[in-house]
C-alpha cells in the first residue's frame, strides 16, 4: 500500500512550543471532562499520520485511501446494522447531518419542505436548515428529555421530507424512541435520520432500539472521531441505499472519477485511514470493554455527586449532567477542569474513553475541597 507522507522530520519551531506547552496544560486530555471527542487510538494516530498526505475527494490519484474508504463503510455498516450500506466519511457530525438533510429535501418533491427534530438535536441542524433553505421544526422533548412523540405526531405533515432522531443527545446522552419516529416519518413519507454521531460506537451493547435493523432508517451520522477512537477528521454518514447517497452527488469533469458525493472536495485521508485502523482494533471486543468501563465511570460519579446533594440526570448513556451551581463550576474550571453546561446550565461530563476513574476522583476531590455551595 502506497503512503504518501514522508518522515516527520522537520516540524515548524511554533508548533513545538505549542506541542510542550499541551503536554503541560489540561488539554493534554488528563482534565477533560467536555469533550466527545477523545485521544485517538495508538494504532489511529499511526495510520492518520501515514496517510496525512492523500485525499479520498480523488480517488483516481490516491486509490488506497479510497479503498479504505469502502472498509470504512462496510465496518460502519455492521456496527448500525446495515447489510450494505452506502456512504462516506465526513469532516464529522455536522457535515453527516448536513447531507443527511440535504438527501431528503432533494428527494422531497414538495415546495418549501419541513424538517422536524426535537429540542436536544444538535445544532448542527440549525447549519442545515440555513444553508439548505428548509424549515426546521423544533419539538419539545419529554420528562426524560427524549423526543416527544405526540408533539412530533402534531409537527409533521405533507410538506415534511425528514423526521429526525438523535441517538446518543449531546446534552444528556438519550436515545429518542427510533422506530415510533419511523412510523410517524413514513406516515407522511418522510425519511427518518438518526443521529448517532456520538452514540454509535457505544449503543451496539445496550437494548436500545436505534439503528437500520430495527426501524426504517435511511439515514444515520456515526463518527469514528468520538466514541470510535479515530484521529479528527473523522465523521461517518451512512446510507441505506446508494440510491439516496446518488441524490448528493455532482459531475467531476476535472478528476479521473466521475461524480463525488461529499461536501468538502479535498478531504483527510487520515480521518479515512485512522477510522478504519481504530475500527479494525476495537470492533467489536474493545469498544464493548469501552462502553462498560465509561459507563461504569458515569454511574461512580453520578452517585458521588448525588451523595453531595446534587440533582444528577440519571446517565444513560456515559454522559453525566448534574445541577451544580454556577459559582462551583467556574471554580472548577480556574482548578483546569474542562467541563461544559447545558443549555439549562447543568454541569455535563462526558466519559470518553479518556477519562479515567482516577480522573473523576480527582475531580470529585477538587469539589469536595471547595468552600462555595
Ligand atoms: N451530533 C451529535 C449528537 C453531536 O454530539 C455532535 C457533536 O458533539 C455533532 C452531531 C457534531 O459533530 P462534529 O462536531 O463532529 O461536526
Redesign the pocket.
Known amino acids: 500500500m502506497r503512503s504518501e507522507t514522508g518522515p516527520l522530520s522537520a516540524t515548524s519551531k511554533r508548533v513545538n512550543v505549542l506541542v510542550r506547552d499541551m503536554q503541560s496544560e489540561p488539554q493534554a486530555f488528563d482534565r477533560v471532562l467536555s469533550s ?2 477523545t485521544e485517538p487510538h495508538p494504532v489511529a494516530r499511526d495510520a492518520a499520520e501515514r496517510f496525512l498526505a492523500t485525499n479520498p475527494g480523488d480517488p483516481g490519484t490516491y486509490p488506497s485511501v479510497s479503498t479504505l474508504e469502502e472498509d470504512a463503510i462496510a465496518t460502519l455498516g455492521s456496527i448500525a446494522g446495515l447489510e450494505e450500506p452506502a456512504g462516506y466519511i465526513a ?7 448536513i447531507q443527511a438533510v440535504r438527501i431528503a429535501r432533494d428527494r422531497a418533491e414538495r415546495r418549501r419542505p419541513n424538517v422536524v427534530m426535537p429540542e436536544s ?4 441542524f440549525q447549519k442545515a436548515a440555513d444553508i439548505l433553505g428548509v424549515e426546521l421544526r423544533i419539538v419539545p422533548t419529554d420528562d426524560d428529555f427524549r423526543a416527544d412523540l405526540e408533539a412530533v405526531r402534531a409537527s409533521v405533515d405533507e410538506a415534511t421530507a425528514l423526521v429526525i432522531g ?5 446534552e444528556y446522552g438519550r436515545v429518542d424512541p427510533i422506530p415510533e419516529l419511523g412510523e410517524i416519518a413514513r406516515s407522511v413519507d418522510a425519511m427518518l435520520h438518526v ?5 454509535g460506537f457505544v449503543l451496539p451493547f445496550t437494548d436500545y432500539d436505534w439503528n437500520f435493523d430495527h426501524a426504517t432508517v435511511d439515514t444515520m ?1 456515526i ?1 469514528p ?2 466514541m470510535g477512537q479515530a484521529a ?2 473523522a ?1 461517518g454518514l451512512l446510507a441505506r441505499s446508494e440510491e439516496l447517497l446518488d441524490e448528493l452527488a455532482v459531475d467531476t469533469p476535472y478528476l479521473e472519477s466521475t461524480s463525488q458525493a461529499t461536501l468538502t472536495g479535498t478531504r483527510s485521508g487520515a480521518g479515512v485511514a485512522s477510522a478504519v485502523a481504530a475500527m479494525e482494533e476495537l470492533w467489536p471486543e474493545g469498544y464493548k470493554r469501552q462502553y462498560v468501563r465509561s459507563q461504569n465511570n458515569a454511574e461512580w460519579l453520578a452517585d458521588a455527586l448525588e451523595k453531595r446533594g446534587y440533582d444528577v440526570v440519571d446517565p444513560t448513556l456515559p454522559l453525566v449532567a448534574a445541577d451544580v451551581p454556577r459559582s462551583t463550576f467556574d471554580a472548577l474550571r480556574a482548578k483546569g477542569w474542562r467541563i461544559s453546561r447545558t443549555a439549562t446550565g447543568e454541569l455535563r461530563v462526558v466519559c470518553m474513553p479518556h477519562v479515567t476513574r482516577e480522573m473523576l476522583a480527582s475531580f470529585i476531590g477538587d469539589l469536595d475541597r471547595l468552600e462555595v455551595r
Open positions: 466527545m471527542c469532516s464529522g457530525g455536522t457535515e453527516a447531518n438535536a444538535h445544532f448542527s438523535v441517538a446518543g443527545t449531546t443521529d448517532a454521531a456520538w452514540g451520522a463518527d472521531h468520538k479528527v477528521p465523521g
